[in-house]
């Protein structure tokens, strides 16, 4: 065979190249999301030049500058339009900029300022050597109980990183959501993840069992991102393409111009339902559905309850959000399919979380089997399948965030002298020793009952009515049970902490700086103004609940 043949096996007399566009990015489109991803870059940053002295204010000011200033380009891209009217798709189709989409960052940004307040809060736990502490490790390096942790205690370190990955980790929960391509939604995924499975790692009491919690929810976060990816894979060999709009018209049969090539993925019906399948799977791990939930009491229990806290309520939010634009958007089509097993995943998250809950003895561990079963209430409005499908989750999950980082934020409150008293047996009789906490605590325990006159009422309502609208009466059956066996735990709680005498060797209840006071102050309005006059906010969230496409 002579060179030249040779040489043309793997090489064609190629085209003149033709000119590549360049790419056409929305920046006033994606300013929320920019705004965030600029202050994290400026916090690693401060980390590098900045004196360890004033560290802490420069990332604190940084953070909240940020956050509030995303919030106010998010106000400005909804009432510019662009969640009705001018919804639309923007940087080159991988990022949709429509009502639910602004709705759950507005959600996600007030959830992470609220949250900011409990990482920066530094009055809780005794001063060590003269210096304020917070929640997190001195020294994140150092092993617990080594010679070096004490001297990074006694120095006064602070780990300041805390809050650049709390940064990083809002960025990749605001285009989670927003999310128009399975790549784009694959890194949004994993930008949000990584900085949250190193912040559950940096409890300053207790460090071996957050490390503990760090490394279970690394291990679990891997599998399910794994099985996304491969999911992806899958529907991307399906459709020959990430772009939700074009795997959508795939499933549907109106894709515009069918090559040879697609016409036979086209026929492989086993490549979008495994694909499919392994997608939703990796978001219902994220969401905390059974039978994904395994890491949620572990994780819940051993991060710092800043963490916690912020992580409950906003990845709930992010992830509710990329799963309803999977449904919706990319597989209407499938609907048949995924509804059936939809339904018993709803069912078996809302019985198994509920059930649980009553054995457990930790409040952490018992907020988190709570938040499982929210899951399910939520899957409930997932289901339905209706325009009120979407806007009564969109609705639930604003109430239910800041519930829930006022409930973790009341924990942080009632301490020994390990530090946070988690066990029930500890919290018996703070009705009388500290009225007050107990008082907010029993709001917000009696909203996650769904108690008339608080938020938790108003999105149960709104989620089972829709979902009975759109045909699934009995799944609003087992929800009621499931919500009448929850109010049993929530109660007991409640029972406990006013009508139970306190130990004399009880634990305190910390005096917290006005950050503190400031988020539970929110968490309480927020629980009684949604429960009270939750009228605007559903209109609200019915008016953003109209996906792009």
Same mark, same amino acid.
């Given at each position: 065979? +002579? ?50 002295? +004033?560290?802490?204010?420069?990332? =604190? ?31 080159? #189709? ?11 960052? #507005? ?5 992470? /300022? ?18 304020? *502490? ?35 980790? =809002?960025?990749?929960?605001? /285009? ?14 994993? !930008? ?21 919690? @760090? ?9 399910? +991102? ?20 074009? /795997? ?70 992010? @992830? ?32 198994? %979380? ?35 499908? *979407? ?37 018996? #009789? ?39 609208? %759109? #045909? ?7 929800? !009621?049970?499931? +919500? ?39 968490? !309480? ?25």
């Amino acid at each position: 065979m +002579s060179a030249s043949a040779v040489h043309s096996l793997w090489t064609t007399a190629a085209d003149p190249i033709s000119k590549i566009d360049t790419p056409k990015i929305e920046y006033a489109q994606l300013s929320p999301t920019l705004i965030v991803v600029g202050a994290a870059i400026v916090g690693v940053l401060i980390e590098a030049v900045v004196p360890r002295k +004033s560290r802490y204010w420069a990332q =604190v000011f940084v953070a909240v500058v940020a956050l509030i200033a995303s919030f106010a380009a998010v106000v400005a891209l909804a009432a510019g339009g662009y969640a009705t009217t001018k919804s639309g798709i923007a940087a080159m #189709g991988a990022i949709a900029v429509d009502g639910p989409a602004l709705f759950l960052q #507005g959600t996600i940004l007030l959830t992470a /300022i609220v949250g900011l307040f409990t990482f920066a809060e530094r009055r809780l736990d005794p001063a060590a050597h003269g210096n304020r *502490v917070d929640s997190f490790a001195a020294q994140a390096a150092s092993v617990p109980g080594s010679d070096s942790e004490k001297t990074a205690v006694k120095a006064g370190f602070t780990t300041t990183e805390v809050f650049p990955l709390l940064m990083f980790a =809002v960025a990749g929960m605001l /285009i989670f959501p927003s999310a128009n391509d399975l790549l784009t939604l694959f890194i949004a995924l994993e !930008v949000f993840s990584l900085p949250l499975y190193l912040m559950c790692a940096l409890a300053r009491r207790k460090r071996l069992m957050s490390q503990e919690a @760090a490394v279970k929810y690394f291990l679990l976060g891997a599998f399910a +991102s794994a099985f996304t990816l491969f999911g992806i894979a899958l529907l991307y060999g399906y459709a020959g393409s990430v772009s939700y709009g074009t /795997i959508a018209r795939v499933v549907d049969g109106t894709v515009a111009e069918v090559t040879p090539a697609l016409a036979n993925t086209m026929g492989n019906d086993a490549l979008l339902l495994v694909g499919a399948a392994l997608i939703v799977m990796g978001l219902l791990f994220k969401v905390g559905a059974v039978p994904f939930h395994m890491w949620t009491p572990d994780v819940y229990q051993g991060a710092p309850t800043p963490v916690t806290g912020f992580m409950a309520a906003a990845t709930k939010v992010a @992830a509710f959000g990329a799963l309803l634009r999977i449904l919706y958007v990319v597989l209407p089509g499938l609907r048949w399919d995924w509804r059936p097993v939809m339904w018993a995943v709803a069912i078996v998250t809302m019985l198994g %979380g509920a059930i649980i809950a009553i054995t457990q003895t930790d409040i952490k561990r018992l907020l988190a089997y709570s938040s499982i079963a929210h899951a399910g209430f939520i899957l409930a409005g997932v289901i339905a399948t209706t325009p009120d499908g *979407v806007s009564s989750v969109l609705f639930y999950l604003g109430a239910y965030s800041f519930v829930t980082i006022g409930a973790f934020a009341v924990v942080t409150l009632v301490r020994d002298a390990g530090g946070e008293a988690t066990h029930l047996s500890k919290w018996a #009789g703070l009705g009388r020793r500290s009225p007050l906490v107990a008082a907010v605590f029993a709001v917000f325990l009696l909203a996650f009952a769904g108690i008339p006159l608080t938020s938790g009422f108003a999105g149960k309502f709104a989620v089972f009515k829709a979902a009975a609208e %759109g #045909g699934a009466a009995p799944l609003v059956v087992v929800g !009621v049970i499931s +919500s009448a066996i929850a109010a049993f735990f929530y109660i007991r709680v409640i029972v406990l902490m006013f009508f139970s005498e306190p130990r004399p060797e009880g634990p305190t209840v910390a005096v917290p700086s006005p950050l503190t006071m400031t988020a539970i102050g929110v968490g !309480v309005a927020v629980t009684l103004v949604l429960g009270v006059a939750p009228q605007y906010f559903l209109d609200l969230a019915s008016q953003a609940g109209v996906f792009v496409r």
